[in-house]
């Protein structure tokens, strides 16, 4: 079975310009999240979706960022314009759970991430 | 929100010797898990723990609930466990699913 799918793996881009990143989770995965990863540092939730539902979009930075989730499978996060501060590793993962249910279904599997260098 | 806080946040063993990481967390929790990212970046998940003790293979995990802190136990290191180890909490009320992320311990296996 495929893991979590990011794609591009890496991009470089100057600052004003836009970017988009896609991530396609595990089979039947019905929750997805977005997490950014300043270096040296742990990653820090974006968003979070059941399904095609946007539930947790607190520390999503609105402004310049979007995402969505059509049908609940595949996941896009853009980035316009891009800043400097921007330059991250943007983590996708997933999860069996909805909800607050206290199991092992809420076990994250991450993807590889993409790596985003602004100039 | 919960705070994370991990401890040794650098750690340089030998291989084959032993190594505790410790977790200490603000808050309640329902969900707690560690993650190793190997030099690739890529995370890898170790343990679903917010309670009790798991072992696998090399590596075991305790999470003392009531007294807010989990151990991640590394024995007898191999160079392929060099990398950051993350704990990673959610909160018990209702956002199970958001985890919080500590800064890692970075562990570097030498020869």
């Known amino acids: 079975e495929a893991g979590v799918v990011q794609s591009p793996r890496y991009k470089i881009i100057e600052k004003k310009q836009p970017v988009a990143f896609w991530c396609n989770p595990i089979?039947?995965?019905?929750?997805l999240y977005w997490y950014r990863q300043n270096l040296g540092q742990g990653p820090e939730l974006l968003i979070r979706?059941?399904?095609?539902?946007?539930?947790?979009d607190s520390q999503l930075p609105k402004d310049r960022f979007s995402a969505e989730r059509l049908k609940g499978v595949d996941s896009t996060l853009k980035i316009q314009p891009a800043e400097l501060g921007d330059s991250a590793v943007y983590l996708c993962?997933?999860?069996?759970?909805?909800?607050?249910?206290?199991?092992?279904?809420?076990?994250?599997?991450f993807g590889a991430g993409s790596r985003l260098t602004v100039l | 929100g919960i705070q994370v806080e991990q401890s040794p946040p650098d750690l340089i063993l030998q291989e084959g010797a032993n190594s505790t990481l410790r977790c200490n967390f603000s808050?309640?929790?329902?969900?707690l898990q560690w993650f190793h990212q190997n030099p690739w970046g890529q995370l890898i998940n170790l343990f679903y723990?917010?309670?009790g003790t798991k072992q696998n293979g090399r590596l075991s995990a305790t999470t003392v609930a009531t007294e807010r802190y989990s151990l991640l136990y590394i024995s007898s290191s191999q160079t392929t466990d060099s990398g950051v180890y993350f704990c990673?909490?959610?909160?018990?009320?209702?956002?199970?699913?958001?985890?919080?992320f500590g800064t890692g311990t970075r562990l570097q296996v030498t020869l």
């Open positions: 979706y059941e399904n095609e539902e946007a539930v947790d």
């Open positions: 089979s039947g995965h019905n929750t």
């Open positions: 808050d309640s929790v329902n969900n």
């Open positions: 723990i917010p309670s």
């Open positions: 993962a997933s999860s069996l759970a909805t909800g607050d249910l206290p199991s092992g279904a809420n076990v994250l599997t």
């Open positions: 990673a909490v959610a909160l018990n009320t209702g956002t199970a699913s958001k985890l919080t």
